[in-house]
């Protein structure tokens, strides 16, 4: 019996994993970086949206007018600065590189640099003030209804943030998807993912489109980091602890593929908390081995099929069990 | 206040051993058969847990293995470092043992690695190494009789433990430089050897070094082998040198560590890996607070200074990149005899002969 509570944690979660993933998808199809520095822009985000609401400091009264305008600001500045530091490193590092021809594996090791620059440099800006582990002043809580009990659904309790973070991840990717079907900017960086050269002889303005690219990624990240550190306190490192999961989602999917990275999420957010609670109680598999999940996935994607989820049908799925299971047939025959 | 050197070099000698062997095994497959073997770290761990695994157990059963103290804690560590201060033989005896099953033990996973080598390259195999390392990791602190998980597997003595205090880590400092001046002169050799150039031809062009018969696979499997059975034997040194294993000791900016020294020092040139080392040694133990106190330098940073030593990887790797490319010591062409002569005929001298009259 799958209880509710976690049944809502795995959405939640999924739908984080996909709001954050998303920006790392977008850099991959338009830039062609596997940008390991985007951790650290859903770390910049997270604790923007938490010193913002400790900035704002007594005037934050629950429920009150004070609460509102400091949720709005904190969220704001996430997508802002993480925005700006994505911009930022993309002007700086990777374009310069990119300029020269650089290939994408001098690229993913440069952006583990920039990674490294960005997560100890706000390290050593936050230590002297004892914010190494901080928790932003509004709290995950519950709703109350006007007669005073908690809002629950099936018996489990729907917080704030669970009410707050899956509108607002459905509510992106139906932008996200008018952004890309509907606007020149939108399809300059679809025309500019499939096809860079192309996409310049058109006259596509790729360099506006590509800083376009890396506000958006920069701020999605941060949108998310702002969400996931009202969930859990956050750290310097954290944005680095969760990187590997928003590979697997974004793996998972293809890489470049926009639903592929929004199923991918949720795969991903299911996996780790449903799945993991399935092998717990089917075969004792301990707990801990939950950061194992998103690993294999990556591992067994690039190996069994790079180009992740998208384009799979059920025929090709039956398919490629029945020609594996072909395979097996004659060693089976032989033991 | 005098600087205790005697204490701070043989620390920095094993440090700087220990990672030049590790620099040595990436550039062996990166620089010079281009596989970006960022799960460095992942056969690093495998030489440590095969090394302290192997090494407590029989010092266990050789120290009569007492049911009544815990194996895997501190009185039965200090079993095994007061049974390997009594018997140089049976430690000494053991330390090779473990050296060489770490090489072969590691050079076997590493050329498993070499199965998603010949499916991915470049970013995508990188991106599935760094995964494979990370896996090893959570694997290690969950797995108890591997390495003790959590908590570690201490008790691991010091393979000179039976001489005096301070002498027993100048010895093993010693030889740790030794093994690598060994690894290193072997990585020249492999390097300049016809397999290095088979190494260099599939790095830049494998369609080419296919079309003239050349079994790239086979190189890549090869490759992979032996620059893992080299990381396990670092990893093998670290146990012996920090003489406990620890499975969160093994991040991946260990892996990240040797690619910054690679690309310091210069991609496929061994001379440029040995500073690229020396350099990050010596990075490493700046931004440590013992050795600031070794020094005689008394500060108290309202930070950790470790934070400091990785801003500093960070920033190498990416100054590094935009303006030197190719590192301090840019790549050279092989050096072989032929070679050696072919840049002779070059020199003025033969220029000078007289000129043959072709009438």
């Given amino acids: 019996m799958v209880d509710v509570a976690d049944l809502f944690q795995s959405v939640l979660i999924g739908s984080l994993y996909a709001l954050m993933a998303l920006g790392l998808t977008l850099t991959y199809a338009v830039a062609k970086i596997p940008n390991f520095a985007h951790a650290e822009y859903v770390t910049v985000g997270a604790y923007t949206a938490a010193l913002v609401t400790i900035a704002f400091g007594g005037a934050i009264t629950l429920g009150g007018s004070g609460a509102a305008a400091a949720i709005v600001a904190a969220f704001a500045l996430a997508f802002v600065v993480a925005a700006a530091i994505a911009l930022l490193s993309d002007e700086l590092v990777f374009r310069p590189l990119f300029r020269r021809a650089a290939t994408s594996l001098h690229l993913l090791v440069a952006s583990i640099g920039v990674g490294l620059i960005i997560r100890y440099a706000l390290s050593l800006l936050v230590a002297p003030y004892d914010f190494l582990v901080v928790t932003p002043r509004i709290g995950k809580d519950l709703i109350r209804l006007p007669g005073g009990e908690a809002l629950a659904v099936a018996g489990a309790p729907v917080t704030n943030l669970l009410a707050g973070a899956i509108p607002t991840t459905f509510g992106i990717v139906a932008a996200l998807y008018l952004l890309f079907t509907r606007t020149r900017i939108g399809k300059g960086m679809r025309a500019m993912a499939s096809n860079f050269d192309l996409a310049r002889v058109a006259g596509i303005k790729t360099t506006n489109i590509r800083r376009f690219t890396w506000l958006l990624a920069g701020g999605l990240a941060g949108l998310g980091g702002a969400f996931w550190i009202v969930d859990v306190p956050g750290t310097p490192e954290m944005g680095w602890g969760i990187l590997l999961w928003l590979f697997a989602a974004s793996i998972l999917g293809g890489f470049t593929s926009f639903w592929g990275t929004v199923a991918g999420g949720f795969i991903v957010g299911f996996a780790e908390n449903l799945g993991i609670s399935a092998l717990h109680d089917g075969f004792g598999v301990s707990f801990s081995y939950r950061p194992m999940i998103a690993l294999v996935i990556i591992v067994l994607v690039f190996l069994i099929r790079p180009q992740g989820i998208t384009g799979l049908t059920t025929g090709e799925l039956v398919g490629q069990i029945r020609k594996r299971l072909a395979a097996l047939r004659p060693m089976l025959e032989r033991a | ?359």
Avoid: C
Avoid at chain 2, 8 to 29: D, H, K, R
Avoid at chain 2, 77 to 89: K, L
């Fill in chain 2, 1 to 359: 206040m005098a600087v205790d050197f005697s204490f701070l070099l043989p620390l920095l000698a094993t440090s700087f051993g220990i990672y030049l062997i590790l620099a040595l095994s990436f550039n062996l497959e990166y620089g010079y058969a281009g596989q970006p073997n960022l799960g460095k770290v992942f056969f690093y761990s495998v030489g440590a847990y095969a090394a302290g695994a192997i090494t407590t157990r029989v010092l266990w059963a050789l120290a009569g293995a007492p049911a009544n103290v815990a194996f895997m804690q501190a009185p039965g560590a200090a079993i095994r470092q007061a049974f390997a201060r009594s018997n140089p033989g049976a430690i000494l005896g053991l330390f090779v043992v473990s050296l060489l099953a770490a090489a072969v033990i590691g050079a076997a996973v590493g050329y498993l690695a070499a199965y998603p080598a010949l499916r991915l390259r470049g970013d995508f195999l990188a991106i599935v190494l760094i995964a494979v390392g990370e896996a090893g990791r959570v694997f290690g602190r969950n797995y108890e009789p591997l390495a003790g998980g959590v908590f570690g597997l201490p008790g691991v003595p010091n393979p000179f433990a039976w001489l005096p205090a301070r002498a027993d880590y100048a010895a093993y400092a010693i030889l740790v430089l030794a093994i690598a001046a060994g690894m290193y002169l072997f990585a020249v050799r492999l390097s300049n050897s016809p397999f290095g150039r088979l190494l260099k031809s599939i790095r830049d062009d494998e369609l080419a070094a296919s079309v003239y018969g050349k079994d790239a696979p086979r190189a890549k499997g090869h490759i992979l082998a032996i620059g893992s059975g080299m990381a396990a034997v670092a990893g093998a040194l670290y146990v012996f040198y920090v003489q406990q294993v620890y499975a969160d000791d093994f991040i991946p900016l260990i892996s990240f560590a040797a690619v910054t020294m690679v690309i310091l020092g210069g991609v496929a040139n061994h001379k440029g890996t040995l500073v690229g080392a020396a350099f990050m040694t010596l990075v490493d133990f700046v931004t440590r607070p013992v050795f600031l106190a070794i020094l005689g330098i008394n500060w108290q940073p309202p930070f950790d200074l470790n934070y400091v030593r990785y801003l500093v990887t960070g920033l190498i790797i990416v100054l590094v990149l935009l303006f030197r490319p190719k590192g301090l010591l840019a790549e050279r062409p092989v050096d072989t005899v032929a070679m050696r002569v072919a840049q002779s005929w070059k020199t003025p001298a033969t220029v000078d002969e007289p000129a043959r009259d072709d009438s």
